[in-house]
């Protein structure tokens, strides 16, 4: 096949924006797979991509230039169509899942029938997950692995001048907000995994959900505000971060930690004051450590809740699903 479906965006906006096009199959270049897309995870950096950055909280320097046309996505799950000829470790018809080029842009991205992949960046899909739940695993899940278990690279670090450093999570009281999310339910079993008591931040309506999770205890944010009537933490991981993370610096311990998982905290002097802890990073593509998480998933220790699938033609519908918020787990999106 010489060309495939995608989607792509010739200008930023809205959903509106996203059209589902014939464009040509990309070829792998050196180091490079080429994966024939069964589904494709949705993102938050995918409908900061699509609207030109114009509501994102990240720093401006963290913005890439994006060349139209475009196409959009990071997270994919497939089957191995090419290799290029000095790549080693992964043949045609293997199943593979990953997180493509990020932080940076390519020019061949998820959203499409076929992608090309750097090696490094993709694993070997484990067999007992199906494509969809594994689409949904790479960025959630390495943000979550980074913050939590392990950075695993020597990049410079562009939200803060030190290194981000995970802490010791066994015995110890770990909050997370915004639970249910695609960050945060994965997080919240990371450090279950590692050992922690864990308390989990949502609407009431996820309770149930979190507590399958493994969540010790669970806040519904909607009837009362956690940061009044919780304390004694090691750790809080605020899978919604922003501006009012600050919020949670009260119910930590001297000596615990805060980690945003977006950009926007402002409250240096009062953590400060406090012996408190804030640092972040930014997750970058690892097919080592997906590999890693892949085993977890494998043996069911850990789990990708779907909030739900959509055709890859539809992805307008999947960014207006996406918009609406309060979402339980990751959104899909599917290549027939």
Partial sequence: MTTMKAIRLHEFGSPEVLRYETVPVPEPEPGEVLV???????????????DGYQHQRLPAELMPSIPLPAIPGSDVSGVVAAVAPDVDGFSVG?????????????????????ARAPASDVALKPPGVDHVHAAGAPMSGLTAWQFLVEVGHDAPNPLQPQEHRPVPLDGRRVLVNGAAGGVGHLALQLAKWRGAHVIAVASGSHEAFLRELGADEVVDYTAVRPEEVIGDLDLVVDAVGGPTTGRFLSTLKRG????????????HDEAATRGVTVSMTQVRSDGAQLAELGRLLDDGTVRVAVDGTFPLADARAAHERAAEGHLRGKIVLTVS
Wanted: charged share 15%.
């Fill in 94 to 114: 293997d199943h593979v899942f990953g997180m493509l080029r990020f932080p940076s842009f390519g020019d061949s991205a998820a959203y499409a029938e076929y």
């Fill in 36 to 50: 024939r897309v069964h589904a494709v995870g949705v993102n938050p950096p995918d409908w900061y991509l699509r």
């Fill in 256 to 267: 615990g930690a805060l980690f945003p998982v977006f950009p926007g905290f402002a409250d």
